[in-house]
């Protein structure tokens, strides 16, 4: 039902900032929670942000509470993560999902996925 391409990622001094960009396609895009997830290698997948599909609602993981905002476009069918203050702790591939209506904080709850966009952050 739609198609998600993230881009963005790339490699970054601890403290500067980054934005991820997730370009989705597919019909009643604008009805769809987003969501962002990211993974680290040896763990699992985990809940980064989210934002409803008005824009109206959004949700963070305590760990970027603060420092990371999410947001979209309906207009441009695109969501975005904007990352700052960094942290090593931060590097992983970072993961654009969807599902309809509403955010929640479970990977296996999304059946939308992007091909991923890696972050990484030096110390």
């Known amino acids: 039902q739609v198609q998600l391409v993230e881009s963005g990622g790339g490699l970054v001094q601890a403290g500067n900032s980054l934005r991820l960009s997730c370009a989705a396609s597919?019909?009643?895009?604008?009805?769809?929670?987003m969501a962002w997830f990211r993974q680290a290698p040896g763990k699992e997948r985990e809940f980064v942000a989210g934002i409803s599909w008005t824009g109206g609602s959004t949700y963070y993981a305590d760990s970027v509470k603060g420092r990371f905002t999410v947001s979209r476009d309906n207009a441009k069918n695109t969501v975005y993560l904007q990352m700052n203050s960094l942290k090593p702790e931060d590097t992983a591939v970072y993961y654009c999902?969807?599902?309809?209506?509403?955010?929640?904080?479970?990977?296996?709850?999304?059946?939308?996925w992007g091909q991923g966009t890696q972050v990484t952050v030096s110390s």
């Open positions: 999902a969807a599902r309809q209506w509403v955010v929640t904080r479970f990977h296996d709850e999304y059946g939308y």
């Open positions: 597919g019909r009643a895009y604008s009805r769809y929670a």
